[in-house]
């Protein structure tokens, strides 16, 4: 049975031993499940009745293409007027919960493995409903215009009618729930979910540009980060920056199943910020 993990919020007792698994580095971040406490929650302006848990956003030394928010929207909260940044686009993927997602004046219910991908400059809108929280994860990123190059049309789907994807060669162990064509470049970005079964591996160490924010929904697995091999269940977070080293087996006894942020389809930049010899 599929499962999301989504965090309970709540504070650990005081009797509780104070060591986590937190880690930050210049290549990777390690956010555990154990860090989504209610005094890290944060609120936004335009926006009622909600809160969450703010888990990647560009900065020095950390992301640099996204960011990714864990949502908690009571029963009758929500937003008219959810994003204020102009050229962001937006994905939503939902873990619990029941809301009405409006993109341009059309109205979609969404509930736990839907998946909405609005592009930049579409006027959206939502509102949760039914009797508890509706949860969801909202990546947002600056949409990178290519020439020749239309802008991608909205994505409302649920998870659960789309074909998993297997990766060749793997017996069946490994596959990606792929919500929008590899090969489309008007996308610049795609958000999926990876789903390795018990025994799975990534057998090679995984060294590219792609940016990654990595949300694990369901399972456990052992995951390398770098030089650093770490143990990941169901909740916690991972961000790899470009070329990071990455590796993966799959623990049992259940799926391991992750929400996989990354950059993709676009020149590598030679000028502006963060580009080599910008600074020059």
Not at 115 to 121: H, K, R, T
């Amino acid at each position: 049975m599929t499962q999301y993990y989504a965090p309970p919020g709540g504070l650990p007792p005081q009797t509780q031993l104070m060591t986590q698994r937190a880690v930050f580095t210049p290549a990777y971040a390690f956010i555990p499940k154990g860090c989504f406490s209610d005094i890290v929650t944060s609120a936004l302006p335009g926006w009622t009745r909600t809160r969450l848990w703010l888990i990647a956003r560009p900065m020095s030394g950390f992301s640099e293409t996204f960011s990714q928010y864990v949502m908690e929207v009571a029963p009758g909260g929500g937003s008219d007027a959810p994003d204020a940044e102009d050229g962001a686009e937006h994905w939503l993927f939902f873990t619990d919960g029941l809301a009405t997602l409006t993109i341009d004046g059309q109205g979609h219910e969404m509930d736990a493995g839907g998946y909405a991908y609005i592009p930049a400059g579409r006027r959206w809108t939502l509102l949760a409903e039914g009797n508890t929280p509706a949860r969801f994860h909202w990546l947002r990123k600056l949409y990178e215009p290519a020439p020749g190059v239309a802008k991608p049309d909205p994505i409302l789907i649920n998870e659960r009618d789309v074909p998993l994807s297997l990766m060749p060669d793997t017996g069946g162990v490994w596959g990606t729930t792929r919500f929008a064509d590899p090969d489309d470049l008007r996308h610049d970005a795609h958000v999926n979910i990876v789903t390795f079964q018990p025994g799975g591996t990534i057998p090679f160490e995984e060294t590219h540009v792609m940016e990654h924010g990595l949300y694990v929904l369901q399972g456990k697995a052992v995951y390398k980060l770098n030089q650093d091999w770490v143990e990941v269940e169901a909740g916690d977070f991972m961000w790899l920056r470009a070329y990071c080293p990455q590796a993966c087996y799959a623990a049992g006894p259940g799926p391991f199943r992750y929400l996989l942020y990354k950059d993709v389809n676009r020149h590598a930049k030679l000028r502006g910020p963060g580009a080599f010899g910008a600074a020059r």
